[in-house]
């Protein structure tokens, strides 16, 4: 497996530490916040198609879920950006099963089809 490479705090300058790491920082609470307390939780944003497409799959599939949105494609784009950073994830929608980063709406897509899912969500939480 590959790890993912980012910089680690003994590459940042210490000048700017602080700035990057308070960067929206209330929003990444608030997605680490709903990850913790729900088991299916969606990040999307107004006007993309994309967290639309999931959040239909998950309801056809009779999955819950919790929905976060921010913005649409002219607003609140520094909050995502930050979301972006957090996660490594480049795009809308941030698909989270059990607390582990599943992707987006096609590879939420491909775990229905599959059945796992179905097993993720059976598996206690780790």
């Known amino acids: ?14 000048s700017i530490r602080e700035q990057v790491a308070s960067h929206h920082r209330d929003t990444v609470t608030e997605v680490m916040a709903a ?33 976060l949105e921010y913005g649409s494609y002219l607003s609140e784009w520094r909050r995502r950006t930050a979301l972006k950073m957090w996660t490594g994830w480049p795009t809308l929608p941030m698909i989270f099963i059990k607390g582990t980063m599943i992707g987006g709406a096609q590879d939420l897509e491909r775990l229905i089809a599959s059945g796992e899912l179905a097993t993720m969500l059976a598996a206690p939480r780790s």
């Open 35 to 67: 990850v913790a307390k729900h088991d299916v939780v969606v990040v999307g944003m107004g006007q993309n198609p994309f967290p639309r497409r999931a959040r239909k799959a998950l309801t056809k599939a009779g999955i819950a879920h919790e929905y």
């Open 1 to 14: 497996m590959n790890q993912r490479a980012f910089l680690s705090e003994d590459e940042l300058h210490p």
